[in-house]
């Protein structure tokens, strides 16, 4: 999935590289680099870095919980969420089977934590089925069963595309939650796509989930850097397991500053990369394709996902089509992409990704699209 193409361009004069293989390739801003460049700093393990603390107090002030920790990775916010919240052996998380941390987090679950995850099928719009949900739940387990002990859900949905889940079905999580008393951790790598796309503040997101982390190194921009926030007592107990797998760090101010910036500028603007998903989105739509295809319904921040007629088309083949610029070629455009199931290759938007990118990337697309077209249509294949 992350494997480097070989980029075969012609000259290298003249063409526009578009990457759009993830927002995590997003780098950090000249404001960030200043703010991390002056940013007052200390030991951090001795909780004596200004900046760490002030980026977490207004991380939980943004999300209205009470405390909030700075963590290397979404990746260590969710493992770090899982050890607090499933404190007792034998315990078994519930998530959707599309859930980052079932597929993408090497099994740091079972790996690390020990935990067992019982999985629901997704819907495509990054839910899952409530009464699945409540069938999940072992209620009075005995002896041969593990103890159900969290819920996940993960917003934005990186699998299902970006999408939002709905806050209604989020209160609907939380109700049922709340019958077996059972806490529920929202992996938001991209929640703050969620509330830009909902127009809601952040805390609204994040009301019915007793933790929650986000990325700051994604579309806000940061180099490096997760959230986790939380009850005072989870993250006190969040700051001990931080320290265990080796999350303690010392001056980590220099990184903090980013997350500063990052809380004050780029939230808003991720508006801009949604814009810019959807005219991708259209671009394609627009060709009308038998062997692409885009639901624009369903492109709701900042990714867009573009099936493809598998039984024609290899898909390393035309990301490796997408990447390269022909001298025939009338438009001068590299453009990057994510293979995901193969069936299917994602775009996201981030910050540096221009207007004057977003069109030249989308004349690409099409050109690329009009190609393998023109040549099934000519029984080529
Ligand atoms: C990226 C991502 C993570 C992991 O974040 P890292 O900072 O890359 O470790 C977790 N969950 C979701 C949904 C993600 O998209």
Redesign the pocket.
């Known amino acids: 999935m992350y494997e480097k193409i070989n980029v075969d361009l012609m000259h290298n004069s003249g063409i526009r590289m578009v990457d759009l293989r ?1 927002d ?1 390739l997003s780098k950090p801003t000249m404001e960030m680099r200043e703010a991390m460049y002056s940013a007052p700093v200390g030991d951090d393990v001795y909780g004596e870095d200004p900046t760490v603390t002030e980026l977490e107090k207004r991380a939980a002030v943004l999300l209205g919980k009470e405390e909030a920790v700075f963590v ?7 493992l770090i969420a899982i050890m607090v919240h499933c404190n007792q052996r034998g315990s078994e998380i519930i998530s959707g089977d599309y ?3 079932f597929k ?2 090497q099994g740091g679950t079972a790996q690390i934590a020990g935990v067992h995850t019982a999985v629901i099928k997704n819907n495509e719009d990054g839910t899952f089925n409530i009464e699945d949900l409540r069938k999940k739940i072992r209620k009075n387990p005995d002896f041969h069963e593990p103890i159900s002990s969290l819920i996940i859900v ?5 699998l299902c595309g970006g999408k939002v889940l709905p806050l209604e079905w989020l209160e609907k999580v939380h109700n049922v939650a709340q019958e077996h008393k059972l806490p529920v951790h929202m ?4 929640m703050m796509n969620a509330a830009v796309y909902l127009d809601v503040p952040p805390s609204r997101i994040v009301k019915d989930v007793d933790s929650v ?1 986000f ?1 700051l ?2 579309g806000l921009g940061c180099p490096v ?2 959230i986790l926030a939380g009850s005072s007592e989870f993250i006190a107990k969040a700051r001990r397991v931080r320290k265990a797998i080796g999350g303690g760090w010392r001056q980590a101010g220099i990184i903090a500053a980013a997350g500063i910036v990052a809380l004050d500028k780029m939230i808003d603007r991720l508006k801009e990369d949604h814009i810019h998903a959807y005219q991708i989105a259209k671009a394609i739509y627009a060709t009308s394709s038998k062997n692409f295809r885009v639901d624009l319904q369903t492109v709701q921040t900042n990714m867009v996902l573009m099936y493809i007629n598998k039984m024609k088309i290899d898909i390393k083949e035309l990301q490796r089509r997408l990447q390269t610029v022909l001298k025939t070629d009338s438009v001068k455009c590299s453009v990057r992409c994510m293979s995901l199931n193969h069936d299917c290759v994602r775009f996201t938007l981030y910050w540096e990704i221009s207007d004057e990118d977003v069109a030249i990337a989308c004349e690409k697309i099409q050109l690329v699209i009009r190609e393998y077209d023109a040549m099934y249509l000519n029984g080529v294949a």
């Not at 993960?154 to 990186?158: A, F, G, S």
């Not at 992996?187 to 991209?190: K, P």
């Open positions: 993830s995590t290397a990775s979404g990746t260590m916010a969710n859930g980052h941390t993408f987090e993960e917003n934005t949905h990186n992996d938001g790598a991209r982390c990325c190194s994604k850097g997760a």
